[in-house]
């Protein structure tokens, strides 16, 4: 194939997937045009109670929203607003209710840490929402655990560095299925815990969130478009602290089924 008709191909495929990403609707596969050269799996998450799976877009995470752990982190709670970082959607590892689910320990890090957090799950989105009205976005809740390498992100920040290398990796982001607002309302107060080998190590409430959940979309989409399917892991209370092999995580949230994994 001559350079310039090989040019000319690229230059029409990529009007053809300019035109898929703005019209947003149906999948590649149903378009005329080029044709994915292959399949790359959507990251789903299950409902409770329901047939239908939830397509994840993107993870969100909020740092440092509950004022006991941005203190242990080394952060002042009462200045600093809040701040986010995403995780790779295919980091989720689903874990079912009643399961307790095989968790690989990482690679290059020896210092591994649990972080339970509530999340939310968007059904809607848009920029710059306000406070009143976000958690009309709100499809659904669940448990997660925001798991990270510890040592690396802090090696990272000593240097001034961005630290995904220790918040964003395969099966990152462990959560259990997501409970419709419409079954159990909206989560801004209850008990949230974490016990390692039936020890408990994270106890703490929702209501010492520093940032809510209503205001960390409302934050969040001033800096992006917020779109259904984005999940956003709200932040984690004090006492993070390391696992190893053979650990088995227990995770509970007020109102949800508990979540549990093994490291291994
Ligand atoms: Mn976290």
Redesign the pocket.
């Known amino acids: 194939m001559a350079d310039t008709s090989r040019r000319d191909l690229l230059v029409a495929g990529s009007a053809a997937a300019a035109a898929a990403i703005m019209t947003d609707t149906p999948p590649a596969a149903a378009q005329a045009g080029p044709a994915p050269i292959f399949a790359v799996p959507a990251t789903t998450i299950p409902i409770a109670g329901e047939q239908g799976v939830f397509p994840v877009r993107r993870i969100y995470?909020?740092?440092?929203?509950y004022a006991a752990?941005a203190i242990e982190r080394g952060s002042d709670p009462n200045r600093e607003p809040p701040f986010f970082f995403q995780k790779p959607t295919d980091a989720i590892q689903n874990v079912a209710v009643g399961e307790v689910a095989d968790h690989p320990y990482p690679s290059l890090t020896k210092n591994y840490h649990h972080?339970v957090?509530l999340v939310a799950a968007l059904k809607s989105g848009g920029t710059n929402i306000p406070v009143d009205s976000a958690l009309d976005h709100v499809y659904g809740y669940a448990l997660g655990l925001?798991m990270?390498r510890r040592d690396l992100q802090n090696g990272m920040a000593a240097e001034k560095k961005p630290w995904e290398i220790g918040?964003s990796f395969d099966h990152a982001a462990v959560i259990g299925p997501i409970h419709p607002v419409s079954k159990v309302g909206h989560f801004t107060k209850g008990a949230i815990s974490l016990a390692v080998n039936g020890t408990v190590r994270q106890n703490s409430d929702l209501t010492k969130m520093i940032w809510s959940v209503a205001e960390q979309i409302a934050k969040l989409s001033e800096a992006f478009e917020l779109k259904a399917g984005d999940i956003i892991?709200s932040?984690?209370p004090e006492n993070?602290g390391p696992v190893v092999k053979g650990d088995v995580l227990l995770c509970k949230l007020e109102g949800l089924p508990d979540m549990s994994i093994k490291i291994v």
């Open positions: 995470c909020i740092g440092r929203n752990h972080e957090e925001d990270t918040k892991y932040g984690t993070v």
